[in-house]
């Protein structure tokens, strides 16, 4: 089975280039739901590129009866933020015009949407497949009204255009995965909202964070929210809905890096997940890899550690170490410059329970910067 592949030009530079990014759509025999993929809106998060390139030699070898439904996958899908440097480093988190992190950008419905509660009473007793394609539509139409904007002769923010391309492509999905990495060092793990623990599983990595408190416009909020604020809707109303949405951010390893260990995690979990949700068939289900027992963390407890003052860092824990409250993280070796010898270490103790999900790549910090995190 080919894909459609289309370039999409998203960005003219004051040399005249212009930025694209490609779309491969690959469409099956049958109808059914769509996925949406995409990798590297985070500049140093390059590694969901190698994660599609190898979905997309999967999904080729696939024949057309083998698909239900359409999956869409978007690599390199920020070309300004992958192509940033600072000497051998890329960051590529904030666009370096206005300073906005590329995935706090993204629009809101529920931001916007009037009356949801209405919404919902009008439709308390209507089939869930027909209040779902009633409510696309709706947010379709609200969304269609930002194009409008970006044509009037006083022009909108790159940020504007930009959410715009992705979000067109994304809007009417049913599923949609965004591929990033920390842009330190991390575990692999995925961001989850409320609802859907069961179907994290599906993705078969060792740990999930569930979104109980949002950052704000980011890529995955912005789809799933007006979703999970219409479910809470009927829920006041006596009426439990799931709407057959989902969401997700996996962060599969190191910023700057494809570690083939991540790579393989992302492209067996995202095999499984396609698989067991249906749109594939045919195909064995790819070897688990996970542990038993996925460990389930929430963003309203996660713990990052900021230095409390400048210095070389010296950690005393490792990627995926359990800590307890109390347990040295790291040392601290600072100069004083006060005509003295240093005082002895620094040490820096854990102030509650935890696993090791994330470290700083740089150890030099000025006083104020991050360190480590567990969730
Ligand atoms: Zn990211």
Known sequence: MQPNITSIPILQLASGDLLSIELYRFFGKQSGAKVYLQANLHGAEIVGNAVIYGLLDWLSHLKPDQLNGEIW?????????????????SSGRFNPYDGKDWN??????????????????????????????????RIQAQFEKLADKLR?????????????????????????????????????????????????????????????????????????????ALEQCFAKLGRTLRFDREAWT??????????????????????????????????????????PQMYLASTSKLQKYYSPFGGMVCPQVSLGDSVQQGQMLYQLLSFNKQSLLPPTQIEVVAQQNG???????NQAVNMGEYVLATF
């Open 73 to 89: 996958l978007v690599p390199v899908c920020n070309p300004l933020g992958t192509n940033q440097r600072s000497h051998y480093f």
């Open 104 to 137: 706090r950008i993204f629009w809101d419905y529920e931001k916007e949407a009037e009356d949801l509660l209405g919404f919902a009473q009008a439709h308390l007793n209507v089939e869930i497949n027909t209040i779902q394609d009633i409510y696309r539509k």
């Open 152 to 228: 009037l002769p006083a022009g909108a923010p790159l940020s504007d255009h930009y959410r715009f391309h992705l979000q067109s492509l994304c809007l009417d999905a049913d599923y949609l995965i965004d591929l990033h990495s920390t842009s330190n060092q991390g575990l692999d793990y995925l961001y989850y909202f409320a609802g859907r623990e069961e179907r994290a599983k599906l993705f078969d990595l060792d740990y999930g964070i569930l979104l109980d408190r949002y950052d704000g416009d980011a890529f995955d909020e912005a789809f799933i929210k007006p979703w999970l």
């Open 250 to 291: 996996l962060e599969l390893g190191n910023g700057m890096q494809m570690k083939p260990a991540s790579v393989k995690k992302g492209i067996l979990g995202i095999q499984n997940y396609l698989i067991q949700k249906g749109l594939v068939q045919g195909v064995a289900l790819p070897p688990a890899i996970s542990k």
């Open 355 to 361: 696993i090791v999900y994330d470290l700083s790549s």
